[in-house]
Protein backbone atom coordinates (compact mmCIF):
# COMPACT_ATOMS: atom_id res chain seq x y z
CA UNK A 1 0.00 0.00 0.00
CA UNK A 2 1.26 3.10 -0.97
CA UNK A 3 1.09 5.95 1.88
CA UNK A 4 -0.21 9.43 1.15
CA UNK A 5 -0.68 12.63 3.03
CA UNK A 6 -4.26 13.86 2.85
CA UNK A 7 -4.50 17.36 2.56
CA UNK A 8 -7.81 19.23 2.66
CA UNK A 9 -10.78 17.25 4.35
CA UNK A 10 -13.04 18.64 6.79
CA UNK A 11 -13.31 16.89 10.24
CA UNK A 12 -17.30 17.72 10.42
CA UNK A 13 -17.25 16.47 6.98
CA UNK A 14 -16.21 12.84 8.22
CA UNK A 15 -19.30 12.76 10.93
CA UNK A 16 -21.43 9.58 9.54
CA UNK A 17 -24.76 9.21 9.91
CA UNK A 18 -24.18 6.22 12.65
CA UNK A 19 -21.95 8.49 14.78
CA UNK A 20 -24.05 11.71 13.72
CA UNK A 21 -27.36 9.67 15.63
CA UNK A 22 -25.26 8.35 18.52
CA UNK A 23 -23.58 11.66 19.33
CA UNK A 24 -27.40 13.07 19.05
CA UNK A 25 -28.74 10.48 21.24
CA UNK A 26 -25.79 11.65 23.92
CA UNK A 27 -26.84 14.87 23.67
CA UNK A 28 -30.62 14.71 23.44
CA UNK A 29 -30.19 16.09 19.86
CA UNK A 30 -33.58 15.69 18.04
CA UNK A 31 -32.06 15.11 13.70
CA UNK A 32 -34.80 15.41 11.36
CA UNK A 33 -34.28 11.97 10.48
CA UNK A 34 -35.62 8.78 11.83
CA UNK A 35 -32.24 6.49 11.65
CA UNK A 36 -28.93 6.70 10.53
CA UNK A 37 -30.03 4.70 6.92
CA UNK A 38 -32.57 7.84 6.48
CA UNK A 39 -30.24 10.11 6.60
CA UNK A 40 -27.62 8.38 4.23
CA UNK A 41 -30.43 8.36 2.10
CA UNK A 42 -30.29 12.67 2.16
CA UNK A 43 -26.43 12.26 0.75
CA UNK A 44 -27.26 12.90 -2.47
CA UNK A 45 -26.58 16.08 -4.03
CA UNK A 46 -27.91 18.09 -6.78
CA UNK A 47 -26.09 21.05 -5.91
CA UNK A 48 -23.78 22.58 -3.27
CA UNK A 49 -26.21 24.43 -1.11
CA UNK A 50 -28.09 20.83 -0.57
CA UNK A 51 -24.84 19.93 0.79
CA UNK A 52 -23.88 23.32 2.77
CA UNK A 53 -27.35 23.04 4.69
CA UNK A 54 -27.13 18.74 5.78
CA UNK A 55 -23.69 19.91 6.58
CA UNK A 56 -24.39 22.42 9.17
CA UNK A 57 -27.87 20.93 10.29
CA UNK A 58 -25.65 17.83 11.27
CA UNK A 59 -22.73 19.61 13.59
CA UNK A 60 -25.95 20.16 16.30
CA UNK A 61 -25.20 16.77 17.18
CA UNK A 62 -21.40 17.88 18.14
CA UNK A 63 -21.47 19.91 21.53
CA UNK A 64 -18.33 18.48 23.90
CA UNK A 65 -15.00 17.71 23.95
CA UNK A 66 -14.95 14.53 23.79
CA UNK A 67 -17.86 14.76 20.68
CA UNK A 68 -14.79 16.33 18.84
CA UNK A 69 -12.39 14.22 20.37
CA UNK A 70 -14.60 10.83 18.96
CA UNK A 71 -15.33 12.56 15.59
CA UNK A 72 -11.54 13.19 14.63
CA UNK A 73 -10.59 9.15 16.18
CA UNK A 74 -13.12 8.08 14.18
CA UNK A 75 -11.11 10.17 10.96
CA UNK A 76 -8.17 8.92 11.84
CA UNK A 77 -8.72 5.51 12.05
CA UNK A 78 -10.40 5.72 8.31
CA UNK A 79 -7.31 7.40 7.42
CA UNK A 80 -5.06 4.73 8.74
CA UNK A 81 -6.84 1.91 6.71
CA UNK A 82 -6.41 4.20 3.47
CA UNK A 83 -2.56 4.32 3.59
CA UNK A 84 -2.60 8.04 5.26
CA UNK A 85 0.46 8.94 7.20
CA UNK A 86 0.13 12.85 6.97
CA UNK A 87 -3.04 14.64 7.88
CA UNK A 88 -3.88 18.33 7.37
CA UNK A 89 -7.44 18.98 8.90
CA UNK A 90 -9.69 21.48 8.35
CA UNK A 91 -12.02 22.54 11.51
CA UNK A 92 -14.99 25.09 11.21
CA UNK A 93 -14.67 26.94 14.52
CA UNK A 94 -16.44 30.13 13.53
CA UNK A 95 -19.67 27.72 12.86
CA UNK A 96 -19.17 25.86 16.07
CA UNK A 97 -18.83 29.69 18.18
CA UNK A 98 -22.01 30.80 15.86
CA UNK A 99 -23.89 27.74 17.84
CA UNK A 100 -22.93 28.48 21.47
CA UNK A 101 -19.75 26.12 21.36
CA UNK A 102 -16.66 27.51 23.08
CA UNK A 103 -13.35 27.46 20.84
CA UNK A 104 -11.88 25.51 24.05
CA UNK A 105 -14.32 22.44 23.63
CA UNK A 106 -14.09 22.55 20.05
CA UNK A 107 -10.15 22.49 19.51
CA UNK A 108 -9.21 20.99 23.03
CA UNK A 109 -11.23 18.03 21.45
CA UNK A 110 -9.90 17.95 18.03
CA UNK A 111 -6.33 18.59 19.01
CA UNK A 112 -6.42 16.29 21.92
CA UNK A 113 -6.96 13.79 19.44
CA UNK A 114 -4.88 14.48 16.96
CA UNK A 115 -1.95 15.06 19.55
CA UNK A 116 -1.77 11.51 20.08
CA UNK A 117 -2.68 10.30 15.99
CA UNK A 118 1.10 9.65 15.97
CA UNK A 119 1.30 7.51 18.02
CA UNK A 120 -2.21 5.85 18.34
CA UNK A 121 -2.69 5.63 14.18
CA UNK A 122 1.00 6.41 12.99
CA UNK A 123 -0.52 9.83 11.26
CA UNK A 124 1.43 12.67 11.66
CA UNK A 125 -1.19 15.73 11.77
CA UNK A 126 -1.86 18.88 11.29
CA UNK A 127 -4.73 21.48 11.88
CA UNK A 128 -6.12 24.19 9.97
CA UNK A 129 -8.63 26.62 10.84
CA UNK A 130 -10.81 27.43 7.89
CA UNK A 131 -13.65 30.05 7.36
CA UNK A 132 -16.78 30.48 5.45
CA UNK A 133 -17.21 33.10 2.30
CA UNK A 134 -20.39 33.98 4.92
CA UNK A 135 -18.26 35.27 7.09
CA UNK A 136 -17.73 39.35 7.45
CA UNK A 137 -14.14 39.93 8.25
CA UNK A 138 -14.77 40.86 11.70
CA UNK A 139 -16.59 37.45 12.82
CA UNK A 140 -13.83 35.75 10.74
CA UNK A 141 -11.21 37.39 13.21
CA UNK A 142 -12.74 36.80 15.80
CA UNK A 143 -13.25 33.14 15.12
CA UNK A 144 -8.92 33.38 14.83
CA UNK A 145 -8.12 35.27 17.91
CA UNK A 146 -10.31 33.03 20.17
CA UNK A 147 -8.66 29.77 18.74
CA UNK A 148 -5.27 31.71 18.98
CA UNK A 149 -6.31 32.29 22.67
CA UNK A 150 -6.60 29.07 23.57
CA UNK A 151 -3.02 28.25 22.66
CA UNK A 152 -4.04 25.09 20.41
CA UNK A 153 -1.26 24.85 17.63
CA UNK A 154 -2.40 25.44 14.32
CA UNK A 155 -0.94 25.08 10.85
CA UNK A 156 -2.63 27.03 8.79
CA UNK A 157 -5.71 29.14 7.98
CA UNK A 158 -8.05 28.66 5.10
CA UNK A 159 -11.08 30.04 3.57
CA UNK A 160 -13.63 28.29 1.20
CA UNK A 161 -15.43 30.73 -1.44
CA UNK A 162 -18.01 29.31 -3.76
CA UNK A 163 -20.41 31.79 -4.82
CA UNK A 164 -20.02 33.44 -8.35
CA UNK A 165 -19.70 36.96 -6.37
CA UNK A 166 -17.57 35.69 -3.72
CA UNK A 167 -14.49 37.75 -2.71
CA UNK A 168 -11.47 37.08 -1.01
CA UNK A 169 -10.89 40.71 0.29
CA UNK A 170 -12.55 40.36 3.41
CA UNK A 171 -10.02 37.75 4.39
CA UNK A 172 -6.54 39.80 3.20
CA UNK A 173 -6.48 41.39 6.94
CA UNK A 174 -6.89 37.60 8.25
CA UNK A 175 -4.81 36.07 5.88
CA UNK A 176 -1.69 38.47 6.73
CA UNK A 177 -2.38 38.44 10.45
CA UNK A 178 -1.87 34.96 9.98
CA UNK A 179 1.33 35.11 8.15
CA UNK A 180 2.59 37.02 10.37
CA UNK A 181 1.87 34.33 13.50
CA UNK A 182 3.91 31.80 10.82
CA UNK A 183 0.79 30.33 9.56
CA UNK A 184 0.45 28.99 5.91
CA UNK A 185 -2.23 30.38 4.50
CA UNK A 186 -5.12 28.05 2.07
CA UNK A 187 -8.13 28.21 -0.18
CA UNK A 188 -10.80 26.09 -1.68
CA UNK A 189 -12.29 27.55 -4.69
CA UNK A 190 -15.48 25.54 -6.17
CA UNK A 191 -19.62 25.90 -6.82
CA UNK A 192 -20.21 28.42 -8.65
CA UNK A 193 -16.57 30.45 -8.28
CA UNK A 194 -14.39 30.28 -11.12
CA UNK A 195 -10.78 31.16 -12.39
CA UNK A 196 -10.93 34.30 -11.27
CA UNK A 197 -11.10 33.83 -7.64
CA UNK A 198 -8.84 31.55 -8.05
CA UNK A 199 -6.38 34.29 -9.03
CA UNK A 200 -7.75 36.61 -6.37
CA UNK A 201 -6.99 33.60 -3.49
CA UNK A 202 -4.05 33.84 -5.13
CA UNK A 203 -2.52 37.21 -5.70
CA UNK A 204 -4.49 38.74 -2.68
CA UNK A 205 -4.42 36.15 0.25
CA UNK A 206 -0.78 34.96 -1.21
CA UNK A 207 -2.05 31.40 -0.55
CA UNK A 208 -0.03 28.24 -0.42
CA UNK A 209 -2.17 26.08 -1.70
CA UNK A 210 -5.30 26.18 -3.57
CA UNK A 211 -8.36 23.73 -3.90
CA UNK A 212 -10.42 23.78 -7.09
CA UNK A 213 -12.86 21.49 -8.71
CA UNK A 214 -10.54 22.19 -12.24
CA UNK A 215 -8.04 23.98 -13.62
CA UNK A 216 -9.54 25.14 -17.31
CA UNK A 217 -7.21 28.58 -17.45
CA UNK A 218 -3.71 27.27 -19.40
CA UNK A 219 -2.01 30.52 -17.93
CA UNK A 220 -3.26 29.51 -14.28
CA UNK A 221 -2.28 25.63 -14.56
CA UNK A 222 1.33 27.14 -15.93
CA UNK A 223 1.30 29.37 -13.36
CA UNK A 224 1.00 26.42 -10.11
CA UNK A 225 3.19 24.86 -11.96
CA UNK A 226 6.28 27.24 -12.01
CA UNK A 227 5.32 27.96 -8.69
CA UNK A 228 4.95 24.91 -7.38
CA UNK A 229 1.89 25.54 -5.90
CA UNK A 230 -0.04 22.59 -4.96
CA UNK A 231 -3.38 22.17 -6.00
CA UNK A 232 -6.00 19.81 -3.59
CA UNK A 233 -8.53 18.14 -5.86
CA UNK A 234 -11.52 15.94 -4.21
CA UNK A 235 -13.13 13.83 -7.20
CA UNK A 236 -15.72 12.72 -5.56
CA UNK A 237 -17.44 15.72 -4.21
CA UNK A 238 -16.40 17.47 -7.67
CA UNK A 239 -18.58 14.33 -9.23
CA UNK A 240 -21.29 14.95 -7.06
CA UNK A 241 -21.82 18.55 -7.16
CA UNK A 242 -20.70 19.11 -10.58
CA UNK A 243 -21.02 15.44 -13.00
CA UNK A 244 -20.69 18.24 -15.77
CA UNK A 245 -16.79 19.04 -15.74
CA UNK A 246 -15.60 15.92 -13.56
CA UNK A 247 -15.34 13.65 -16.94
CA UNK A 248 -13.58 16.37 -18.50
CA UNK A 249 -11.15 17.30 -15.20
CA UNK A 250 -7.81 17.53 -16.74
CA UNK A 251 -5.84 15.14 -14.01
CA UNK A 252 -3.57 13.38 -16.34
CA UNK A 253 -2.46 17.04 -18.42
CA UNK A 254 -1.99 18.52 -14.95
CA UNK A 255 0.75 15.47 -13.85
CA UNK A 256 2.39 15.85 -17.42
CA UNK A 257 2.85 19.39 -17.00
CA UNK A 258 4.21 19.24 -13.53
CA UNK A 259 1.61 20.79 -11.22
CA UNK A 260 1.69 19.50 -7.51
CA UNK A 261 -1.88 18.18 -7.84
CA UNK A 262 -3.20 16.27 -4.82
CA UNK A 263 -5.82 13.53 -4.41
CA UNK A 264 -8.33 14.24 -1.49
CA UNK A 265 -11.81 13.54 -0.12
CA UNK A 266 -12.91 17.00 1.51
CA UNK A 267 -16.18 15.34 3.42
CA UNK A 268 -15.90 11.66 3.29
CA UNK A 269 -19.40 11.05 4.87
CA UNK A 270 -21.10 13.37 2.94
CA UNK A 271 -18.99 12.25 -0.88
CA UNK A 272 -18.89 8.89 -1.09
CA UNK A 273 -15.83 7.86 0.21
CA UNK A 274 -12.52 8.55 2.25
CA UNK A 275 -9.39 8.92 0.54
CA UNK A 276 -9.27 5.09 -0.84
CA UNK A 277 -12.53 5.34 -2.38
CA UNK A 278 -11.17 9.15 -4.44
CA UNK A 279 -7.85 7.31 -5.79
CA UNK A 280 -9.71 4.29 -6.32
CA UNK A 281 -12.36 6.95 -9.05
CA UNK A 282 -9.58 8.64 -10.55
CA UNK A 283 -7.83 5.10 -11.12
CA UNK A 284 -10.87 4.01 -12.94
CA UNK A 285 -11.96 7.25 -14.57
CA UNK A 286 -8.60 8.47 -16.16
CA UNK A 287 -7.19 5.21 -16.21
CA UNK A 288 -3.87 6.13 -14.16
CA UNK A 289 -0.60 4.20 -14.58
CA UNK A 290 1.05 2.86 -11.68
CA UNK A 291 3.79 5.90 -12.44
CA UNK A 292 1.09 8.29 -12.44
CA UNK A 293 -0.79 6.96 -8.94
CA UNK A 294 3.16 7.35 -7.68
CA UNK A 295 3.17 10.66 -8.45
CA UNK A 296 0.09 11.35 -6.35
CA UNK A 297 1.15 9.76 -3.94
CA UNK A 298 4.87 11.83 -3.88
CA UNK A 299 3.05 14.87 -4.66
CA UNK A 300 0.87 14.38 -1.50
CA UNK A 301 4.00 14.94 0.73
CA UNK A 302 5.31 17.74 -1.60
CA UNK A 303 2.19 19.87 -0.87
CA UNK A 304 2.04 19.04 2.70
CA UNK A 305 3.29 21.94 5.39
CA UNK A 306 6.31 20.06 7.05
CA UNK A 307 9.32 20.63 7.43
CA UNK A 308 11.47 19.58 4.66
CA UNK A 309 13.45 16.87 6.29
CA UNK A 310 10.29 15.29 7.55
CA UNK A 311 9.05 15.95 3.68
CA UNK A 312 11.91 13.67 2.74
CA UNK A 313 11.31 10.91 4.85
CA UNK A 314 7.52 10.60 4.61
CA UNK A 315 8.05 10.84 0.34
CA UNK A 316 10.82 8.20 0.84
CA UNK A 317 7.84 6.05 1.64
CA UNK A 318 7.16 5.95 -1.73
CA UNK A 319 8.13 4.36 -4.93
CA UNK A 320 10.62 6.91 -6.99
Not at 150 to 164: D, H, N, P, R, S
Request: negative net charge; contains cysteine.
Amino acid sequence: MRSYAELHVHIEGALEPALAFALAKKNNVELPFANPDELTKKLSFTQLQDYLDLYYANMAVLKTEEDFAQLTNAYLAKAKACGITRAEVSCDLAAHLARGVPAEVVLGGISGALARSEKDYGISTGLILNFGQHLTSEEAEAAYDQAMATGTELIAVGVCLTKAEASAAPFTGLFGKARSAGLHTVAHVGGEAGVDTVWDCLHALKVGRIGSCGVEDRDLMYYLADYSIPLTYCPLANAAIHPDTHSVHPLPLLLEEGVVVTINSESPAYFGGYLDANLAAVTADFNLTEDQLDQLARNSFAGAFLAESKKAQLSGLVPA
